[in-house]
């Protein structure tokens, strides 16, 4: 009922730029979308999954102290898709992001509050 479909990724130099799109669709998050707060994920091969951004259900944004400052997570409802512009992008930034949909709203940084994963968009980032 509920789907997310990253988008965005690439091979980018260090310092440079991308910006990754997430599409949610399904009846049960189209017709509550206003209540969800979304999320964005990464992990690198071989590492634990790294929260990275947040946006609650009343626009509140969240940041890890990693990428506060380069980073940042934005929404539009209207279009059920959140995006996160990513600046100034590091060689340790090299993973794969995933957005996350939470029915409580909240923002959290933790993973197990998110109940809908998108399948991750490769992020790679050469020096």
């Known amino acids: 009922q509920v789907q997310l479909v990253e988008s965005g990724g690439g091979l980018v130099q260090a310092g440079g730029s991308l910006r990754l799109s997430c599409a949610a669709s399904?009846?049960?998050?189209?017709?509550?979308?206003?209540?969800?707060?979304m999320g964005w994920f990464r992990q690198a091969a071989g590492k634990e999954r790294e929260f990275l951004a947040a946006?609650?259900?009343?626009?509140?944004?969240y940041y890890a102290d990693s990428v506060k400052g380069r980073f940042t997570i934005s929404r539009d409802t209207a279009k059920y898709t959140v995006y996160l512009q990513m600046n100034s992008l590091k060689p340790e930034d090299t993973a794969v992001y995933y957005c996350?949909?939470?029915?409580?709203?909240?923002?959290?940084?933790?993973?197990?509050?998110?109940?809908?994963w998108g399948q991750g968009t490769q992020v790679t980032v050469s020096s």
């Open positions: 946006i609650s259900r009343s626009g509140a944004t």
């Open positions: 399904g009846r049960t998050f189209t017709t509550y979308a206003s209540v969800y707060a």
């Open positions: 996350a949909a939470d029915r409580g709203g909240s923002g959290s940084r933790l993973s197990s509050f998110y109940e809908n």
